[in-house]
């Protein structure tokens, strides 16, 4: 029976009514697991990927997540991500990490990303639909807590979403106040863009100076329609 060659398993590694050895656990698990138990190959990759009861291996530790994810198990699931996010014992593979993390979050997993540029690269394959269906709020939440983390990119793409609408509600005034975030830490559109904002009174109160200003600091940086933006300003004696 593979839920009691699993369950045996689980007895060995935490010491239930046995004495704890994870050389058993892993005897067990491996059982279970070749016979296509999704909780024991998840236990599995966690006993290669520790080295708990057996050398540590991340190819089979990727190998017995994936197994475990295929069949649905939220844990493998968010594991399986972290393995393709990091290139350990696969390659490196931001969409198929996206599908797995977005399937986690679909069953409640909270499992976390740790690295802000790892957080903005899923989230670029949730808007751009690389390798996963494309999935707005998914984007706006992977950015949102990149952003959180200090990652500049990621808070403008986050000020995108609200300028238009994608993935949350609609938010001018917090699309500008994530485009100054961005923008004071050097990121040119996002200069660009806050320019625009204090041009039309988008998100802030109409300031041409200010506008002026940013469009300035983007077209220092190669941003091309705001230096347009800048010479066209001069021609009509505004600076």
């Not at 698990?29 to 057996?54: H, I, P, S, V």
């Not at 740790?114 to 999935?135: E, I, L, R, S």
């Not at 109160?205 to 347009?228: F, T, V």
Request: hydrophobic letters at 35%; a negative charge.
């Amino acid at each position: 029976d593979l839920g009691a060659q699993s369950d045996l398993g689980i007895a060995y590694a935490i010491g239930d009514g046995v004495g704890q050895d994870m050389s058993k656990a892993h005897y067990w698990f491996q059982k279970a697991a070749e016979g296509g138990n999704a909780g024991a190959q998840y236990n599995l990759g966690g006993c290669y990927a520790n080295g708990d009861g057996t050398e540590i291996n991340m190819a089979e530790a990727a190998k017995w997540y994936q197994a475990a994810a295929e069949q649905g198990q939220a844990d493998a699931q968010f594991c399986i991500a972290l393995c393709y996010v990091q290139g350990k014992g696969v390659e490196q593979d931001y969409p198929t990490a996206a599908k797995f993390l977005g399937a986690a979050r679909a069953q409640g997993h909270e499992g976390m990303l740790d690295d802000p540029h790892d957080m903005y690269n899923v989230g670029n394959c949730f808007a751009q639909g690389t390798g996963v269906t494309q999935n707005w709020q998914e984007a706006a939440f992977w950015y949102q807590v990149a952003t959180e983390q200090g990652h500049t990119a990621s808070a403008y793409d986050l000020g995108l979403c609200y300028s238009n609408g994608e993935g949350v509600e609609k938010n001018l005034e917090k699309a500008a106040e994530l485009y100054r975030l961005a923008a004071d830490k050097g990121h040119r559109e996002a200069q660009h863009d806050l320019g625009i904002c204090y041009a039309i009174g988008g998100g802030v109160p109409e300031n041409e100076d200010l506008a002026i200003d940013w469009m300035r600091k983007a077209g220092q940086q190669g941003q091309l329609d705001a230096a347009y933006y800048v010479g066209v300003a001069y021609s009509r004696a505004l600076i």
